[in-house]
């Protein structure tokens, strides 16, 4: 039980929060050699004030008011809101079916208010589109264009501000 709680926390990476935690245990009727698993662990995780980040999706969150609950290795994120970059609201909801690197995925991260387009931002993608990121607002050459002269410092900041809706999915055992 304690294990499925730690595992909670370690995917979203929290930080630091009010923690709760209800768990309950229940055993199942089966000979001593079965291979079935023998006790099935169930609970919610409640975190209030947290910090961190989902591990797919490294985007740094803080005030964190999250429910998730549990029933086997299934984890379901009831609901998940949080700040991100300027107090930009965000939610997360979804489900994690596994506690191992093969997990399936499938969870929805979703802006409730605009997103600054920044580099917290484009580092919470996975290399592809975080690629698109570099190439489009093209950070280092608009520093070496100040640096050089060729461009004024102020009024030229790449960014902007942004909403989206992302869907992260994985079938279990796909890595």
Same mark, same amino acid.
């Given at each position: 039980m304690l294990f499925r709680s730690v595992n909670i926390l370690d995917n979203f990476k929290v930080l630091q929060g009010r923690i709760d935690i209800e768990a309950r245990a229940s055993r199942k009727s089966s000979p001593p050699d079965s291979p079935e698993e023998r006790f099935e662990a169930s609970g919610t995780l409640r975190i209030a004030d947290g910090e961190g980040a989902y591990v797919n999706f490294n985007y740094p969150l803080h005030d964190v008011?999250? @429910?998730?609950?549990?029933? *086997?290795? %299934?984890?379901?994120? &009831?609901? =998940?809101? !949080? /700040?991100?970059?300027?107090?930009?609201?965000?939610?997360?909801?979804?489900?994690?079916?596994?506690?191992?690197?093969?997990?399936?995925?499938?969870?929805?991260?979703?802006?409730?208010?605009?997103?600054?387009?920044?580099?917290?931002?484009? @580092?919470?993608?996975?290399? *592809?589109? %975080?690629?698109?990121? &570099?190439? =489009?607002? !093209? /950070?280092?050459?608009?520093e070496r264009l100040v640096q050089?002269?060729?461009?004024?410092?102020?009024?030229?900041?790449?960014?902007?501000?942004c909403t989206f809706s992302i869907g992260v999915r994985r079938e279990r055992g796909k890595r």
């Open positions: 008011q999250a @429910q998730v609950n549990f029933l *086997g290795e %299934r984890i379901e994120v &009831e609901k =998940l809101s !949080a /700040r991100g970059s300027k107090d930009c609201v965000m939610s997360i909801q979804g489900v994690v079916d596994g506690a191992d690197d093969d997990a399936g995925v499938d969870l929805h991260i979703s802006t409730e208010s605009p997103a600054p387009i920044d580099l917290a931002l484009q @580092q919470a993608f996975d290399p *592809g589109p %975080r690629r698109m990121f &570099e190439l =489009l607002f !093209a /950070r280092d050459l608009r050089a002269g060729l461009l004024e410092a102020e009024g030229t900041e790449l960014g902007g501000l």
